[in-house]
């Protein structure tokens, strides 16, 4: 551990909960919200995340044709024990039969544990994405089911649909994010067919099901590689639901079968 560390914190006048939602998919450590502030800890410079989120919002401003007030400052402080404050604020959660809790957390008896620890905030479990798509699977995947998870990130999802039973393979365009689901399915003691760095257009393979937990424009873009990998159900979330009807004209071949809200957050079931 370094002597020092970075705190960045971002503040932003529209578009929370995209620039919110883009910070997770891009971010290794846990994200904190305090008054409307979002504040990212790292030993790691975050010049390199300050760019591609300013970029970002450069995008929403010329697609929605308005004015972001963006608010980014960063603080060089002692490296002291943020992280512990930062694992005592981490609770287990209970999503229908499954206990997701960190590693220094007990096992509970009659649920199907998994672990995750928040060092890797993209997806622990806690996110109303997360929550939304652990139900879907639960409902939707079967035992021997082929599943292909786009945009893993921590490989919660696809632990989950292995714990079910299904054939998994997973890939996120984060080496980072490969890595660290690489090192939770051992540490939960299941596995994956095939694991890779890219996204669904890297294979040929078809899935019983597919679940892409990223965001709206993304899923948008990436609609094309998707849809083609789809023999059964896909499900679809990081979607704030003012772009649920966006997401759905992509994806009009196929026939929605549910929808499961979740504050202003909606995962889209939609069968091929």
């Known amino acids: ?6 705190e960045l914190s971002v503040k932003t006048d529209a578009f929370k909960d995209e620039i919110e939602n883009f910070l997770i998919e891009r971010f ?3 994200i904190e919200e305090r008054d409307n502030t979002l504040i990212l800890r790292s030993e790691e410079s975050f010049d390199g995340l300050i760019k591609e989120l300013k970029d970002y919002v450069k995008v929403l401003e010329e697609i929605f044709n308005t004015k972001i007030n963006l608010e980014i400052n960063i603080k060089k402080k002692s490296n002291i024990d943020w992280i512990e404050n930062y694992k005592k604020s981490i609770k287990p959660i209970e999503i229908d039969e499954f206990y997701i809790h960190p590693s220094w957390y007990e096992n509970k008896q009659g649920k199907t544990n998994i672990i995750i620890d928040p060092a890797l905030a993209f997806g622990s479990g806690h996110h109303e994405t997360t ?5 879907a699977i639960n409902k939707y995947v079967k035992k021997d089911d082929t599943f292909l998870d786009v945009g893993c990130g921590s490989g919660i999802l696809s632990i989950v649909a292995a714990k079910k039973g299904a054939i998994v393979d997973l ?10 689901a690489k090192e939770n399915f051992e540490l939960n003691n299941v596995k994956y067919n095939d694991i890779w760095v890219g996204s669904a257009g890297d294979t040929d393979k078809k899935y019983d099901v597919v679940v892409a937990n990223i965001i709206a424009d993304i899923l948008i873009f990436i609609a094309n590689d998707i849809k083609t990998k789809v023999n059964g159900y896909l499900i679809l979330s990081g ?5 649920k009807n966006k997401v759905l004209e992509k994806y009009k071949e196929f026939v929605l079968v549910e929808e499961i809200p979740e504050n202003e957050w909606v995962t889209l079931i939609l069968k091929k």
């Open 28 to 30: 290794n450590n846990g």
């Open 1 to 6: 551990m370094k002597d020092k560390y970075f």
């Open 239 to 243: 979607i704030i639901d003012k772009y």
């Open 171 to 180: 890939c996120d365009t984060d080496e980072l994010a490969v890595k660290s």
């Open 131 to 135: 929550r939304s798509c652990v139900k």
